[in-house]
């Protein structure tokens, strides 16, 4: 058995040999692929977690372009799909539930890094191009003890390839794809290793990629803008290695990241603005793959982080490790909430249409900066492995909302000039401000009995503080301007054993805790709230501490010669305190509720193998149980949103499967490859509560003391909020001649249309809709190594 070089450079060996695009192209599982899960170097099937880390390469040949796409094909790692650059992350079916912009306060239930900094931001961890990646690890539960908050159910890392002092290469890509009733897009990336003498190193990166629109918008005219959520993403990451001797490196980096969407990839089934149901106003019909919308809806998000790596060799076995980092975040998403407003200028106040079709653009800005510093110091001996540090972070959010309805006040008579911030004709504006601080202080070590054991253990101490002012202001909600401030500290334990029952299998037990930091919820919307709601949804002003204990035993093997392998973990997590999210009603207010307790348990199965240079194959696949075990009531006894005991965590499947096999044809001249995936994510519910709506969920449209559109052809309307089990198949069919990749590749091969996520407005009185995926999409790509 040897070691895999996959954490070099793709291309190269350990010793900067270079590889031909043929031995590339070789089955990867008859190599172990490293990882640094630990903060070390292991191999997946050493190291003692539950662990997955498919390569660039892989990803590539399966059709993966974004997380939600690397999500799909690993087992237990799950990406609920939220809008454009927005996404919620879950492991091992441990969820709270949809997080939407307006709840900036709510942290991350799994952590993202790239490489050791980490870049996770609640709803909007940034999409990192997959372009001159070695690898994404996927680290399946709690990984609080290395990684701090934020990591509560496991972390996801980006592992780039770093400069390499004595070669040359460049890689570049040119991709060009249609979309089956809908636009053209395509992408140009290229990454380049160049030496700067004997000592120094620097790889530069480059990607742009242009996505084409599928979704058609209907105007109020009936009008139909074609394909309005097309948009692009371009960026540059450059790294500089710079090696005086044999002990020091110093690798400072800066990444740049621009997405610009114009549109969402939502299907509206209802608005109120577009009412099939009504006899005065046009009747709206809405397509497969249509909305209704009256202005645009763009989003940008431009991330800039910088970090510097500083790695030495202090002799005796012992390396000094320091990451410094500084990130940037500016993200503008621009919502068209005319529904919205008109579900209560026109449905609850009882303003005439020439009032309630006004324009109502809602502006989402959030601006984040953080810095982060880790210092760490590794060491061995002849039986121990240990590590120990300290992590400090500076935070600083600020959110901000602003729904400008211009014209308002002149046709209406009501003012809306507010105390605080919100000028004329502005009829809800927010300002928030939030500073999170945290220090802490971690060790993890490893001690081999005999030839055969290994026992880890790990302790992590941490300290939160988190600071907020927040001012609210407009005739939507009541003027108020308040400061709150949560705290806490703590430990989180990792206890770990692994037992070698033969040269190729490992016994795997582990003991963990994962946390996840408390906040404060907004107040509510009072003005837009109907009496029942406002006795349910009050009195909520926080919310508590989140934790996990996860108890897991797995096996790892090396099979069929060391040409195959295969894993399975079985884990249970106890969650105590779940943040789940709720929407408030006609409120117009989401907030978070603490359900004391819940469980997810269930298990992973991996299996790959590679018969021959020719044919390799992998399966993997979970399955969780993941359920409320608490009941939450208002003070009249009753269930609030569906918060009972036995009802499932939102947002997870149950089920999820992928499967993916290449086949190889070499020739005389060229290589052929062909390659195939499919992924199975099973049914879910977006937010709690969702369950108990049924199969047949009903709105009430004659709840508004005005009937938007005129008389009602019908009374109600009704749709499923679950979100049915959906398949995805691939297909690459790829030449490999000399220095070049050329591949046919067609992705979502049976057109699947998916419901990835409901959207709501207002408690589904102003609009539902469903976030869905790209129709089929065919394309050409070709990749050149020089």
Request: glycine share 10%; hydrophobic share 35%; with cysteine.
């Amino acid at each position: 058995m040897r070691r895999s070089t996959r954490h070099c450079k793709p291309g190269f060996t350990g010793h900067g040999e270079k590889k031909t695009p043929e031995e590339e192209k070789k089955p990867k599982v008859t190599e172990e692929i490293t990882v640094t899960a630990r903060k070390k170097e292991e191999t997946i099937q050493e190291i003692p977690i539950s662990v997955a880390a498919p390569t660039e390469e892989q990803l590539r040949d399966r059709g993966v372009e974004t997380i939600e796409d690397i999500a799909a094909n690993v087992a237990g790692f799950t990406v609920q799909n939220l809008g454009p650059g927005q996404s919620q992350v879950a492991m091992r079916g441990v969820s709270s539930g949809q997080i939407v912009r307006d709840q900036p306060g709510v942290k991350e239930q799994v952590g993202v890094y790239l490489d050791e900094s980490v870049i996770s931001l609640s709803l909007f961890t940034p999409d990192i191009d997959l372009f001159d990646l070695n690898r994404v690890e996927v680290l399946r539960g709690p990984q609080g003890t290395l990684f701090g908050s934020g990591s509560e159910s496991g972390t996801v890392r980006y592992i780039t390839n770093q400069p390499k002092v004595g070669v040359s290469e460049t890689i570049g890509e040119l991709t060009g794809e249609t979309i089956t009733d809908g636009g053209t897009g395509g992408s140009f990336k290229f990454a380049t290793n160049f030496p700067m003498g004997t000592t120094a190193a620097s790889r530069i990166v480059g990607y742009y990629t242009r996505y084409g629109g599928f979704i058609d918008a209907v105007q109020p005219s009936l009008s139909i803008k074609k394909d309005v959520n097309n948009g692009y993403r371009a960026g540059a990451r450059a790294s500089f290695l710079f090696k005086p001797n044999a002990n020091l490196s110093i690798t400072p980096r800066i990444l740049y990241q621009k997405l610009d969407m114009k549109g969402w990839n939502r299907i509206d089934v209802f608005n109120i603005l577009g009412n099939p149901y009504t006899t005065s106003r046009p009747k709206v019909t809405l397509g497969s793959r249509q909305q209704f919308t009256q202005i645009g809806e763009p989003t940008t998000d431009k991330f800039t982080l910088g970090d510097v790596n500083l790695g030495y060799d202090m002799g005796g076995g012992r390396t000094l490790t320091s990451i410094t980092t500084y990130s940037d975040r500016d993200i503008l998403v621009l919502r068209d909430a005319t529904a919205l407003t008109a579900s209560i200028t026109g449905g609850t106040i009882g303003l005439g249409p020439n009032v309630y079709t006004i324009n109502a653009p809602l502006f989402d800005t959030t601006k984040a900066k953080g810095f982060t510093e880790e210092l760490r110091v590794a060491g061995t001996t002849a039986r121990v492995q240990w590590l120990a540090g300290g992590f400090y972070a500076d935070n600083k959010r600020h959110y901000g909302q602003n729904l400008p309805v211009i014209g308002f006040t002149a046709l209406s008579g009501i003012p809306t000039a507010g105390t605080k911030l919100a000028k004329t004709d502005e009829l809800y504006k927010s300002d928030l401000h939030y500073t999170l601080k945290q220090s802490a202080l971690f060790g993890e070590g490893t001690y081999t009995v005999g030839t055969k054991l290994d026992l880890s253990g790990g302790l992590r101490w941490y300290d939160y503080k988190e600071n907020r002012t927040q001012i609210f202001d407009g005739i939507f909600s009541d003027p108020i301007d308040s400061t709150g401030s949560v705290k806490a500290n703590g430990i989180a334990p990792r206890v770990m054993a692994s037992y070698k029952l033969s040269d190729a299998t490992r016994l795997n037990a582990q003991v963990s805790k994962g946390f996840r930091l408390g906040g404060i919820n907004d107040p509510l919307l009072t003005p837009n709230c109907q009496p029942g709601d406002l006795i349910t949804y009050s009195g909520h002003p926080t919310w508590e501490n989140e934790t996990l204990w996860n108890y897991e035993v797995g096996s790892k093997s090396r099979i069929m010669n060391n040409r195959g392998a295969f894993n399975v973990a079985v884990f249970t997590s106890d969650v105590r305190n779940l943040q789940a999210t709720v929407t408030a009603g006609t409120c117009s207010s989401r907030i978070i509720l603490n359900v004391p307790r819940a469980r997810s348990t269930g298990a992973e199965v991996e299996f790959e193998a590679a018969p021959n240079d020719n044919f390799d194959f992998a399966i993997s696949a979970s399955h969780a149980d993941s359920k409320l075990r608490s009941t939450v009531t208002d003070r009249s006894g009753a269930i609030i949103s569906g918060i009972r005991s036995g009802a499932r965590m939102p947002s997870v499947p149950q089920d999820q499967a992928a499967a993916a096999a290449t086949y190889r044809w070499p020739t005389q001249s060229f290589v052929g490859y062909l390659t195939g995936v499919w992924n199975h994510v099973g049914d879910r519910f977006t937010q709690v509560g969702d369950e108990d709506l049924g199969s047949n969920a009903t709105v009430n449209l004659t709840t508004f003391k005005g009937t938007i559109g005129g008389p009602l052809t019908q009374t109600t309307f009704t749709f499923d909020p679950k979100l049915p089990a959906y398949d995805i198949v691939n297909l690459r069919f790829g030449v490999l001649k000399g220095k070049w990749d050329t591949a046919l590749f067609v992705n979502n091969v049976t057109d699947e249309r998916a419901f990835l996520a409901l959207d709501r407005e207002r408690g589904f009185r102003a609009r539902v809709g469903y976030l869905t995926n790209q129709p089929r999409t065919i394309g050409i790509s070709t990749r050149v190594n020089f």
